[in-house]
Structures are given as structure tokens and as C-alpha cells.
């Protein structure tokens, strides 16, 4: 026994030299952080962008490794954004209310492939035969036969249920899951799925079945739910140039397309959930490891002309998941999603393979330093540092703003000198009414015609040639549009064509 413990500690002794640095070893060095830097390249592409507030937050191995805030919450003012400022997450909110229907398909109230009807006997699509076999499914996924129908509530006073049972009055864009056009109503269809199958409203089960349980304090379903004088970010455009603080769009009738605020500090943690395999902290699965996979499972090819930064990227494929966009990106697989909504912007971008999630909130229209920011960080945390993402973003931007211009000049050019009305100003004044688009209001005032076209679209008519004038939005960031007034054979007013639609005249009688 004695002999052996004398071996024993000799053995030791001599192990013990191997492990003691010697004279001549090379001095070992600190492995560099991925996100080294990040900090002030991120400050850079915020003011290079020009935008008012910016927040972002990573995550890698079920760690938040970056949580801050850039800017201001409105120009003009001091407050500052920090992790918790909330924004609007825009469309970003699409993968939640797909996560919900996960949850209601464990808890066997429907399943994917359900009928829409069987939940919703009222809802209808122009063709029958589409009516009966458009799914749970097809709601998530923008194949369910629409174009895009936006006009029924962008800027519109009409509610969830007016909206959805104008579905029935919209022509089919293509054959049912033939094609994808993204489509924001089917997923406000999907929240009243929600409702129907769980006997909740969509903001409750939302709040009590991932906010909750995530422990997402900071936030809201809705705009109408963030508690007054809660740290905000202001929306903000560009008018003539200056960048400007705008009204924010209620997105409330279609909700669960993209109605919730949040704040990085709160989007870290639905990215960990997500990172995690839908397991919330502390260990409580919240969707089964069936369901979840089926969220991010590729369900339909989408189009990869979504976004202009993908002719950058190159993926060799783009589907779509249950509120998911997926490429490829330098061999790695991609999960990701924009939210847009007016003077507000997110991005989430997960690399599910490596736990890697990135997450953006911004407070300027459009400002994709938020594509530039989410490749940067995939590309630090894969030992590359060969692109500049943002040079390359702010470029191509330029050049898409570039054309948007020659376009407008291509229109100032097709404009008819030297014309005018046909009729007397106080013939085009009247009400002109569609089923599925609804009414747009002319009067005569001051001696020249104003419009009126749902709750924000109100302005003044410049004569542009003939019987065409140009609308001028009061609000000035939504632009302009072109109204055509349409003269009959009897010399009267008989309708207005305006943004695609046509708008028959009903009050008062043209004379």
C-alpha cells in the first residue's frame, strides 16, 4: 500500500512538470469575441442610415451576448433607446401567431390541414370550390390563391370581421397553392382560427401563452395595449428630404399579421425559446417537438425577389415556413423575417443549427441597415470578416432609390400639356362606392376639389390632364396618387379610378 502511494505521487510529480509553462512556450493569447468591434460598427450603420433610434440584440448558445439601444426614441427629444424602448415589430409577429396554432394543434382542438371553414363556417373565398379546400395551412403560408389586399385595411376605418367578409368580393389572383403573393388578411383569417378553436381572443392567448411564459414583460399585443407613458419609439420618414416624425399605423384589424410592440431586451427572449426547440425557461416545453418542427419545416417555395438585399446573397433557394422566409447563406441554413409598417422596422434572422439569433428594431422607414447588421453577425460568428455588409446595402439602396426617381420622371414626362376638365369642378363632387373597396369622397371647396379615401387618405385634386387629377396626401409620407375620373357616353361622371380600383358613382346624381 505504502510502495504504491509512493509510485503514485511520483507519477504525479513528474505529470505535474508537463503542465508548468516552460521558459521558451509560446505565450497563449485571448481568442478575439466574434462581436468584437460590434459595438461601434453598429453606432456607425445607425448614423449612416440616418436613423433616429435603433436597437438590436443577439443571442448564441441560450446566452444574450448583446442587448443595447442607439439614438433617440423621437428626434427633437432627449430620450434615449435602450434594450427595453419598444417598436413595432411589424410582420415579425407572424411566426407567434403560428406558434399559437402549434400550441392549439398539440392540445388537439385543430390540426394543420383542418379546413378553414370547419372553424370559421362564415368565411368565404370568391371561388366555392377554394372556399372548401383552403386550410389551416394555407393561411400561413401566401398560397391561398389571393393577391395582395392590403386596401382593405391600410388606412381603412373597417373591422377584422368587415375585412374578412369583403374576402369573399376579391378576385383569385392564381389557383389555390399554385404561386405565393404574401398576404397579411389570411393571417388575420388565422387569428379568428385562434379564437374560434381556443375560445380566447387572439391579444389574451397570445399574452398568457408566450408573453407570459417567457417572461416578456415589456410587452403588448397591440398599439391600443402599450400603458401610456411607457418608453416608446416614435415612428419617422422621409418628406422632402428630412426625416421626419410620422402618426403610427394601427395595424389592429389584422392583428395577427403584425400587430405587437416589443423591445429587444423582451425579442432576445422569444429568440431563445425559438433557439431552444420551444422550451421556455426553466424548462417548460411550450410546444411539442412535433409542432415546432413543423413551424420551420419548408412548406412552399417562395420567390426570391422578396427582398432587394437577396440579389446581394445569392441563396441557391428560398421557401416558406409558418411566418418564416428560409435561404441558404454561405452554407448555413436561415431562418428569418422582416416587420414593416409605417417609419417602424424589424428584422429576425436564426441560424437554428449553431443557436445563433439576431435580432433589429428601428424607428426610420425602410432603413435596411437592418439586413446589413443580421449578415454581419452571421458572418463574425463564422470566422469572416470579407464583406461589408453595410457599404454594400447602402449602394445597392441608392440605386433602387435612383430608379424610383427615374420612374417618377418617366410618369412627370407622360403628363399632357395644355389640357383641361371636361365637366365644371362641381360635376366630379360626389360619393363613389365599391363593395370590396369601399367609398371615396369629392367635394368642391374653395374652388378646387379635396378626396377623401378611408381614414388617412384625405388631400387636395391638382388637375394632372383630361379628367385625370393628382392627389396630394395631406400626410405627406404616403405620396401621391392618380385619380381618373371616368365620363360616360351621356357626358356624365360615372365613376373614379384610383390605386387599382374602380369606384362607381352613387350620390349625389351627376347632372
Known amino acids: 500500500m505504502t510502495g504504491m502511494r509512493r509510485t503514485s505521487h511520483a507519477l504525479l510529480a513528474a505529470s505535474l512538470v508537463w503542465l508548468l509553462p516552460a521558459p521558451w512556450a509560446p505565450p497563449v493569447r485571448a481568442q478575439a469575441s466574434p462581436l468584437a468591434g460590434f459595438d461601434a460598427h453598429t453606432a456607425k450603420a445607425a448614423a449612416d442610415w440616418h436613423v433616429p433610434g435603433f436597437a438590436i440584440a443577439v443571442v448564441k448558445d441560450g446566452r444574450v451576448v448583446v442587448a443595447k439601444g442607439y439614438g433617440v426614441r423621437e428626434l427633437g427629444k432627449p430620450d434615449p433607446v435602450d434594450e427595453h424602448t419598444l417598436f413595432a415589430i411589424g410582420s415579425t409577429t407572424k411566426a407567434m401567431t403560428a406558434a399559437m396554432l402549434g400550441m392549439l394543434v398539440d392540445e388537439g382542438k385543430l390540426t394543420w390541414d383542418d379546413p378553414v371553414i370547419k372553424h370559421l363556417p362564415a368565411f368565404q373565398l370568391k371561388d366555392p370550390t377554394a372556399t372548401r379546400e383552403l386550410t389551416v395551412r394555407d393561411l400561413l403560408t401566401h398560397r391561398g390563391g389571393l393577391g395582395n389586399a392590403d386596401f382593405l385595411w391600410y388606412g381603412q376605418d373597417n373591422t377584422t370581421e368587415q375585412i374578412l367578409s369583403r374576402v369573399r368580393l376579391l378576385e383569385p389572383a392564381y389557383s389555390i397553392r399554385s404561386r405565393f403573393i404574401y398576404q397579411n388578411i389570411m393571417y388575420a383569417a388565422a387569428g379568428r382560427v385562434i379564437e374560434a378553436a381556443s375560445g380566447r381572443s387572439w391579444a389574451e392567448y397570445i399574452r398568457t401563452r408566450i408573453f407570459e411564459p417567457l417572461g416578456m414583460r415589456d410587452t403588448a399585443p397591440t398599439l391600443a395595449m402599450v400603458p401610456k407613458g411607457a418608453n416608446v419609439a416614435s415612428p419617422h420618414d422621409r418628406v422632402g428630404g428630412t426625416i421626419t416624425v410620422i402618426e403610427n399605423m394601427p395595424v389592429d384589424s389584422v392583428a395577427p399579421a403584425g400587430a405587437v410592440w416589443s423591445s429587444v431586451h423582451d425579442m432576445a427572449k422569444w429568440m431563445q425559446f425559438l433557439l431552444d426547440g420551444g422550451v421556455a425557461p426553466g424548462g417548460k ?20 425577389n422578396q427582398y432587394p438585399a437577396t440579389r446581394i446573397v445569392k441563396p441557391h433557394w428560398m421557401t416558406y415556413g409558418f411566418g418564416w422566409f428560409q435561404e441558404d447563406y454561405r452554407g448555413r441554413a436561415v431562418d428569418f423575417h422582416t416587420g414593416s409598417i409605417d417609419g417602424m422596422i424589424a428584422i429576425i ?34 470566422g469572416r ?46 360619393t363613389y362606392s365599391d363593395p370590396l373597396r369601399g367609398d371615396v369622397e369629392v367635394t368642391l371647396e374653395g374652388g378646387g376639389l379635396r378626396i377623401r379615401y378611408g381614414r388617412v387618405f384625405t388631400g387636395p385634386l391638382e388637375h394632372w390632364h383630361y379628367n385625370t387629377f393628382r392627389a396630394g396626401w395631406t400626410q405627406e409620407w404616403r405620396g401621391t396618387a392618380l385619380v381618373n375620373f371616368v365620363i360616360g357616353p351621356s357626358g356624365r361622371v360615372e365613376a373614379v379610378e384610383m390605386s387599382g380600383g374602380r369606384f362607381p358613382k352613387t350620390v349625389p346624381p351627376s347632372r
Open 385 to 430: 470578416s470579407d464583406r461589408d455588409w453595410n457599404a454594400e446595402l447602402l449602394t445597392l439602396y441608392a440605386e433602387e432609390a435612383k430608379r424610383a426617381d427615374e420612374a417618377q420622371k418617366r410618369l412627370e414626362s407622360q403628363r399632357v400639356a395644355g389640357t383641361a376638365p371636361s365637366l365644371p369642378l362641381d360635376r366630379y363632387a360626389g
Open 349 to 382: 434572422g436564426l441560424i437554428r443549427d449553431e443557436r445563433l439569433g439576431v435580432y433589429a428594431l428601428g424607428n426610420l422607414d425602410h432603413a435596411e441597415l437592418r439586413h446589413a447588421l443580421m449578415y454581419t453577425v452571421f458572418d463574425r460568428y463564422a
Open 285 to 304: 416545453r411550450l410546444l411539442s417537438e412535433r409542432a415546432f418542427a413543423e413551424l420551420f419545416k419548408p412548406q412552399t417555395i417562395a420567390p426570391d
